[in-house]
């Protein structure tokens, strides 16, 4: 398990690190890296094990001599994957290497404010740091199709998987956390034809005061309502077609020079925008939105509709389902007559803390079956109504049971003859490929023989 967990850090690390990490002595100024292993053709610097081990430090990670050889035993890992990647032909497309690198270049800037703050921060050019993250990027892409290949076929039994529980020691069964799932009628305060008229009037007004010479990037830190870009003077940084909405991509992509758009129309509001740069297939553009505004008025509406709905359940005309499918202004739910799903598993089912504080405090108390009066609501757009909560199912934190848990311990089951399938693969692959280790980290005990 401890193992399993260091992989997972060590592969956010790898995100993490974008540019080369060179040691050097501090009283002398010069180079102290070295080669600390050699995997096939694959070399591992003494920089590349110590890079990581930085990365973790500056997360508050403790890094003892144990996680040190665990980090070392993942960098042998990875270069006998590539090594063997390359015997086997097995490659990626420069666009998929170029799509990864993008990807991750947008989040880091995401997280460090703006394309500026991140060449400021590692003192070179996006187009260096790219550079340089090219052959990491490649290299780890490689490497994690290698590792695909190797347990692509794994596939688990249902008397496998009966297995694996029975020999699990007590102490090894999984906690499982409370879990529920719910529906919800979701009822929007709607936009009053005087709110969209207000809106269109601001965002015009902005428009014409940047046409007549004015800053669009100050304007945009003063008053655009998209808090994210905002303070970056309207810069949302590199994006491809696919990361915009539909409407806003479209514009974006035909922009030229640094000509003001016209007024666009998206769920978020009312936008303009002005290009910044263009490079192949992502654009950067600087945006000033304009949402609009929900009175208190529409708000009252949606909450007597809300009242109104409820009211029809303590009848036997609609069920709580078909209300939701005729009623719900969210359309996934809509469509699922009310049913809630996780975004980041695709099921209904919601850990507790995965939920969204406002419903939590509904569901709280609620038991399996019953319906909530109608609650206010939010999205994280900012839009306001109300709510009706029906709590379908919920369970309490409990050991793991074949009955009740079978998907998740068919997951571990899983998990666990991949990990067997892939130590296998590990020990024939090391009984064939020229592995030289230096004499300093011989002595960890690792999970495989790397050196006999």
Same mark, same amino acid.
């Given at each position: !398990?401890?193992?399993?967990?260091?992989?997972?850090?060590?592969?956010?690390?790898?995100?993490?690190?974008?540019?080369?990490?060179?040691?050097?002595?501090?009283?002398?100024?010069?180079?102290?890296?070295?080669?600390?292993?050699?995997?096939?053709?694959?070399?591992?610097?003494?920089?590349?094990?110590?890079?990581?081990?930085?990365?973790?430090?500056?997360?508050?990670?403790?890094?003892?001599?144990?996680?040190?050889?665990?980090? !070392?035993?993942?960098?042998?890992?990875?270069?006998?994957?590539?090594? +063997?990647?390359?015997?086997?032909?097995?490659?990626?497309?420069?666009?998929?290497?170029?799509?990864?690198?993008?990807?991750?270049?947008?989040?880091?800037?995401? +997280?460090?404010?703006?394309?500026?703050? %991140?060449?400021?921060?590692?003192?070179?050019?996006?187009?260096?740091?790219?550079?340089?993250?090219?052959?990491?990027?490649?290299?780890?892409?490689?490497?994690?199709?290698?590792?695909?290949?190797?347990?692509?076929?794994?596939?688990?039994?249902?008397?496998?998987?009966?297995?694996?529980?029975?020999?699990?020691?007590?102490?090894?069964?999984?906690?499982?956390?409370?879990?529920?799932?719910?529906?919800?009628? %979701?009822?929007?305060?709607?936009?009053?034809?005087?709110?969209?008229?207000?809106?269109?009037?601001?965002?015009?007004?902005?428009?014409?005061?940047?046409?007549?010479?004015?800053?669009?990037?100050?304007?945009?830190? %003063?008053?655009?309502?998209?808090?994210?870009?905002?303070?970056?003077?309207?810069?949302?940084?590199?994006?491809?077609?696919?990361?915009?909405?539909?409407?806003?991509?479209?514009?974006?992509?035909?922009?030229?020079?640094?000509?003001?758009?016209?007024?666009?129309?998206?769920?978020?509001?009312?936008?303009?925008?002005?290009?910044?740069?263009?490079?192949?297939?992502?654009? +950067?553009?600087?945006?000033? %939105?304009?949402?609009?505004?929900?009175?208190?008025?529409?708000?009252?509406?949606?909450?007597?509709?809300?009242?109104?709905?409820?009211?029809?359940?303590?009848?036997?005309?609609?069920?709580?389902?078909?209300?939701?499918?005729?009623?719900?202004?969210?359309?996934?739910?809509?469509?699922?007559?009310?049913?809630?799903?996780?975004? +980041?598993?695709?099921?209904?089912?919601?850990?507790?803390?995965?939920?969204?504080?406002? @419903?939590?405090?509904?569901?709280?108390? !609620?038991?399996?079956?019953?319906?909530?009066?109608?609650?206010?609501?939010?999205?994280?757009?900012?839009?306001?109504?109300?709510?009706? @909560?029906?709590?379908?199912?919920?369970?309490?934190?409990?050991?793991?049971?074949?009955?009740?848990?079978?998907?998740?311990?068919?997951?571990?089951?899983?998990?666990?003859?991949?990990?067997?399938?892939?130590?296998?693969?590990?020990?024939?692959?090391?009984?064939?490929?020229?592995?030289?280790?230096?004499?300093?980290?011989?002595?960890?005990?690792?999970?495989?023989?790397?050196?006999?």
């Amino acid at each position: !398990m401890r193992t399993k967990m260091m992989r997972n850090n060590i592969i956010l690390l790898i995100v993490i690190v974008c540019t080369s990490f060179n040691l050097k002595a501090q009283d002398e100024g010069k180079v102290i890296d070295k080669v600390i292993a050699v995997v096939g053709g694959n070399i591992i610097l003494k920089s590349d094990l110590e890079s990581q081990i930085a990365s973790l430090r500056t997360q508050g990670v403790l890094v003892d001599d144990n996680t040190r050889c665990e980090l !070392m035993e993942e960098l042998l890992f990875q270069k006998l994957l590539l090594n +063997q990647a390359i015997l086997d032909s097995v490659e990626v497309s420069q666009a998929e290497v170029e799509s990864e690198i993008d990807r991750r270049m947008n989040y880091f800037i995401a +997280q460090i404010g703006s394309e500026k703050k %991140l060449e400021e921060y590692y003192k070179k050019s996006i187009l260096e740091i790219k550079e340089e993250f090219r052959i990491i990027v490649k290299d780890q892409m490689v490497s994690q199709r290698m590792k695909g290949q190797i347990t692509s076929s794994v596939q688990v039994t249902p008397k496998e998987v009966k297995t694996f529980f029975k020999t699990l020691h007590t102490d090894s069964v999984p906690t499982i956390e409370s879990e529920v799932e719910y529906a919800q009628i %979701l009822l929007n305060a709607k936009e009053s034809d005087q709110a969209i008229q207000d809106a269109k009037d601001r965002i015009n007004g902005f428009r014409e005061r940047i046409i007549n010479g004015e800053s669009f990037s100050t304007l945009a830190i %003063l008053y655009s309502e998209d808090p994210g870009s905002a303070k970056n003077g309207g810069e949302l940084g590199f994006m491809g077609r696919a990361e915009l909405v539909p409407e806003f991509s479209l514009v974006a992509f035909k922009l030229k020079n640094t000509a003001v758009s016209e007024i666009i129309e998206t769920e978020f509001g009312y936008h303009i925008m002005q290009l910044v740069e263009r490079r192949g297939q992502k654009v +950067q553009v600087r945006h000033l %939105l304009v949402k609009v505004k929900i009175d208190e008025k529409q708000v009252e509406i949606a909450k007597n509709l809300a009242d109104s709905i409820y009211s029809l359940l303590t009848t036997d005309t609609l069920t709580y389902e078909e209300l939701a499918a005729k009623y719900s202004d969210d359309d996934q739910t809509k469509k699922s007559r009310g049913l809630v799903v996780n975004p +980041q598993t695709g099921t209904s089912l919601f850990d507790i803390d995965q939920i969204n504080p406002q @419903i939590y405090y509904s569901i709280d108390k !609620m038991k399996i079956g019953d319906v909530s009066l109608p609650v206010p609501s939010q999205g994280q757009d900012g839009k306001k109504g109300y709510r009706i @909560i029906k709590l379908i199912t919920k369970t309490a934190p409990h050991k793991a049971t074949f009955e009740e848990d079978y998907s998740k311990i068919q997951s571990a089951a899983l998990m666990d003859k991949q990990r067997n399938v892939t130590k296998d693969w590990i020990v024939g692959k090391v009984g064939q490929t020229y592995i030289k280790m230096d004499e300093d980290y011989k002595s960890c005990k690792y999970e495989n023989t790397w050196v006999k």
